[in-house]
């Protein structure tokens, strides 16, 4: 390929990580906003998180892409620049699933730590954030690993809204060569460079949390 075709490639790399970072830091305050919320004590609070989390988890993100490029326009009159429609269909859908992901490690933390907070005077919000998370956030790291390398490969969906991703400058350079087998080779391998930096990088930060909790 020649220079020109390689920097069209760069710049689709550069986008995926950008729309990467955004809807994971949106699915992140998801996950754990509707993931505490579902072990809340009100009901009506356990089901509006409740809801968030079948609705989105069990809806297509390509039809949520859709809805939110294509339908919002149309019904709302919010047109919202690719990057942006991108990352609230992803970060909405990712965070039903990291919600449960949340729910679970919260719920999986020894009672009797939930009660020595009670039994100290903690407020609710002093057990989740001095007691309960501290020791289920690093339990949450390998699931939301998988969780992030998934997103990773969903924001190749959003080249069909036109955004110039990794897929769809992959796309343009298979067009403009004819050479589907070493091109989409090359997407293979900077997914799975991209992804493999992650996983190492999760690793690591499940290290670092697991020994602060041993401390």
């Known amino acids: 390929m020649t220079a020109g075709l390689w920097k069209i490639i760069l710049q689709g790399v550069g986008v995926t990580l950008q729309l990467l970072v955004y809807s994971a830091l949106l699915a992140a305050v998801m996950s754990f906003v ?3 919320a579902r072990t809340h ?9 409740g809801l968030y989390t079948e609705v989105f988890r ?13 339908v919002l326009p149309v019904a709302f009159g919010w047109q919202l620049v690719p990057m942006w429609a991108g990352t609230l269909a992803l970060g909405l859908t990712y965070g039903a699933y990291g919600a449960e992901i949340v729910r679970g490690a919260l719920a999986a933390v020894d009672p009797a730590q939930r009660e020595g907070g009670i039994a100290l005077g903690f407020t609710p919000w002093q057990r989740l954030r001095l007691i309960l998370l501290p020791q ?3 339990e949450m790291i390998p699931s939301f690993c998988n969780l992030l390398i998934e ?3 969903g924001t190749a969906l959003v080249s ?7 897929a769809f400058s992959g796309n343009l350079v298979r067009l403009a060569l004819q050479q589907s087998a070493q091109i989409y080779g090359y997407l293979l391998l900077i997914y799975f460079v991209i992804a493999f930096l992650l996983t190492r990088g ?6 670092r ?3 602060e909790v041993a401390r």
């Open 209 to 211: 949390l697991k020994a």
């Open 202 to 207: 999760m690793r690591g930060l499940e290290r």
């Open 34 to 36: 509707a993931g505490a």
């Open 41 to 49: 004590r009100s009901r009506l609070v356990r089901f509006v998180a």
């Open 151 to 153: 997103l990773l490969k």
């Open 58 to 70: 069990g809806t297509s993100a390509l039809v949520m892409i859709f809805w939110v490029f294509f």
């Open 136 to 138: 289920a956030v690093p």
């Open 160 to 166: 069909i809204t036109g955004m110039g991703d990794l």
